[in-house]
């Protein structure tokens, strides 16, 4: 009988883990939250594609200025994007010990993932600088508007996540994050790998395919 | 006490099964780690690639090829879709398709394939 309660506490336990811990019920059987940011992911495609290929096709119209061939350094780029590459495993990290309820380990995984991301925002914006010194701005020509676009939004969703990882640190160390903390800090893996895999095409078609 | 002994001795057991195999909570950290060190050589060959003087279509098709199987290899393993339930794969990949499919489209309008 008692072998019974226990087993059935230890079931509802697992369901409640199933369930995004006290999240929403969902007629799925699966996390609302976790549902909701994979369609977010899902959408943020859409934004991404296009950025894309507007690029794609802007990139030979150097009306003036600088074209891509004269500005790229791609060993610098090479070593931002190892930077954002390590980030994402930073990220799993702390998704893994956050798993294990290893708070420490988590806020130390979480924290590196952030400094690693600014480090890669820091960058962006030296690259920014140095292209606009070397004579391409948003205006110059219609590979400037596009080139800034694209990778200013891609830049400023590492932003985003950067802020939501320190946000999350900061909670984790007061203790005041509702519910089950692994689902939180699986919620903003997924959008750092998100930010991360977009980069991934970034990188390849806008630095190193030749234009 | 030897029966506490024994329940200590299979906690053990069980504890160091958990360690090496992460197996209550997915793949182990080494193994993310691995991954990840594929990874960074993926992308050193793709950057070399670009070195090397290949002919351009060929290192276009390279640089693609490269590029899938590490975003591929990023979704099913970092963001777990590989062992998390198969809606969520619909979800991310359809959407992934719809603005592959519609931009394909609207650059075969602009005749970007033409030239």
């Not at chain 1, 994979?38 to 594609?49: P, R």
């Not at chain 2, 193994?31 to 060190?37: H, I, N, R, S, T």
Request: glycine share 8%.
């Amino acid at each position: 009988m008692s072998d019974a309660v226990l087993d059935h506490a230890a079931a509802a336990h697992d369901d409640h883990d199933d369930h995004g811990g006290h999240g929403a019920h969902s007629a799925t059987g699966l996390s609302n939250n976790k549902l909701a940011m994979w369609l977010f992911l899902g959408s943020d495609c859409l934004l991404f594609g296009g950025l894309i290929s507007t690029y794609m096709l802007y990139r030979g119209r150097v009306q003036e200025g600088p074209n891509p061939n004269s500005l790229y350094n791609i060993p610098f780029t090479s070593v931002s994007s190892f930077v954002l590459l390590m980030s994402s495993l930073t990220m799993v990290l702390a998704v893994t010990a956050a798993k294990r309820r290893d708070d420490r380990r988590t806020r130390i995984w979480l924290t590196t993932t952030a400094l690693l991301g600014a480090a890669f925002v820091g960058a962006q914006v030296f690259e920014f600088t140095s292209f606009y010194r070397r004579g391409l701005g948003f205006t110059t020509s219609l590979f400037g508007s596009s080139f800034y676009t694209l990778t200013g939004f891609h830049g400023v969703h590492v932003t985003v996540g950067v802020i939501m990882l320190l946000s999350v640190v900061a909670i984790l160390l007061r203790g005041r994050i509702p519910g089950d903390k692994a689902e939180v800090v699986e919620l903003i893996g997924l959008y750092w790998h998100f930010v991360d895999i977009v980069w991934i095409i970034i990188f390849t078609v806008v630095y190193l395919i030749p234009s | 006490m030897a029966t506490n002994t024994a329940l200590d001795t299979s906690h053990d057991d069980a504890h160091h099964v958990d360690a090496h195999h992460g197996d209550d909570h997915g793949p182990s950290d080494r193994f993310f780690v691995m991954v990840a060190v594929a990874l960074a050589i993926m992308t050193l060959v793709e950057v070399l690639a670009t070195e090397v003087g290949i002919p351009a279509p060929w290192t276009t098709v390279f640089l693609l090829v490269l590029m899938v199987i590490k975003f591929l290899t990023v979704t099913s393993l970092f963001m777990h879709l590989k062992w998390d339930n198969k809606l969520f794969s619909l979800l991310f990949y359809t959407g992934l398709v719809l603005s592959v499919g519609v931009y394909v489209v609207a650059l075969a309008c602009f005749q970007f394939f033409a030239g």
